[in-house]
């Protein structure tokens, strides 16, 4: 045999192992089963929606360890991306239970699944969204904005005209506008409306009414927080104080925030959600509950307006 035979001979039995050796992976990894799956979907990118994700993750693992994998997608925004990846996860037998955040992958989740558990968190109007559904159990993020109101007007107790950031494309941020501008009523305030769909128009319209207004809110808004560093620069700048919906925005600039804290919601939805699938309860036995605001203060902006605004800090007026 010359060598060259002999060359082709080994090659083809290193060809023969190999391809073996790939049948043997591939037969393996088939009969290794997957793991069942939890499907998060977030509507976008958010500090808040990112913490109540994160608080979820971690209850949920506490409670059962590895047993569960999980994907996690995210709509950028979109409430069409939102129905499309509904619409692949649910039809994944794979997946056991899913967890929303944000009303718009909540009720693209309940539009697709009446079966398999849903749990939600940074929901506002959770009945008013179609959310109430035998499947279905998570913790809203809804208080009452009259308590924003108040804390405001208590925090700028000289304030008379108060700007109100909302969203006109957001049929939430409309509901709050109304519940905002009766609040203000109360407290004998002028409400100014602020408005703008897109990022761009929120600035321009704020920098329009900045000598309109003596102090500023903001209800919760994925448009609005997306440039909260930049609002909350410009009411610094003007001696505007800014009190936001949302204490997890606080960190951006607004002087104070009264709200949630989203990632301890997140929590109670996993551990909630732990119940569930260790056989304790079923969705609807949970159901859709409510939790107590939080303030927040950012010191610095305080320490930025303190000599131009007549302040009281959130231990004076509460």
Do not use: W
Request: glycine share 8%; net charge neutral; proline share 5%.
């Amino acid at each position: 045999m010359n060598g060259k035979n002999m060359k082709t001979k080994v090659f083809a039995i290193i060809g023969l192992v190999l391809l073996g050796a790939g049948i043997f992976f591939v037969m393996r990894q088939r009969n290794v089963p997957k793991k069942p799956t939890i499907a998060v979907l977030q509507i976008a990118s958010h500090p808040a929606l990112d913490a109540a994700r994160d608080g979820f993750v971690e209850a949920f693992k506490a409670g059962l360890g590895n047993e569960y994998a999980f994907v996690f997608k995210n709509a950028d925004g979109s409430v069409a991306n939102a129905q499309t990846i509904a619409q692949s996860l649910t039809a994944r037998g794979d997946v056991k239970g899913f967890f929303a955040l944000g009303t718009p992958a909540a009720q693209a989740l309940v539009q697709k699944e009446a079966e398999r558990p849903i749990f939600f968190t940074a929901v506002t109007y959770p009945e008013k969204s179609g959310l109430v559904q035998s499947n279905v159990a998570g913790i809203s993020d809804f208080f009452d904005l009259e308590t924003l109101v108040a804390f405001a007007h208590g925090m700028v107790p000289e304030g008379k005209n108060m700007g109100i950031l909302y969203n006109p494309g957001s049929e939430v941020t409309q509901a709050e506008m109304q519940e905002i501008e009766q609040a203000c009523a109360d407290k004998k305030l002028t409400p100014v409306r602020i408005a703008g769909v897109t990022e761009s128009d929120i600035l321009g319209a704020l920098k329009g009414n900045l000598r309109k207004i003596d102090l500023c809110v903001a209800p919760t808004d994925n448009t609005i927080s997306s440039v909260m560093p930049a609002l909350a620069q410009m009411c610094k700048t003007a001696n505007i104080p800014l009190i936001v919906a949302d204490k997890t925005l606080v960190a951006a600039g607004p002087i104070a925030g009264v709200g949630m804290d989203y990632y301890q919601l997140g929590f109670n939805v996993g551990l909630a959600a732990v119940r569930v699938f260790l056989g304790e309860c079923t969705a609807a036995e949970i159901g859709i509950l409510n939790a107590e605001p939080e303030i927040a203060v950012n010191a610095e902006t305080v320490n930025a307006l303190a000599g131009n605004v007549q302040l009281k800090l959130p231990k004076e007026n509460l």
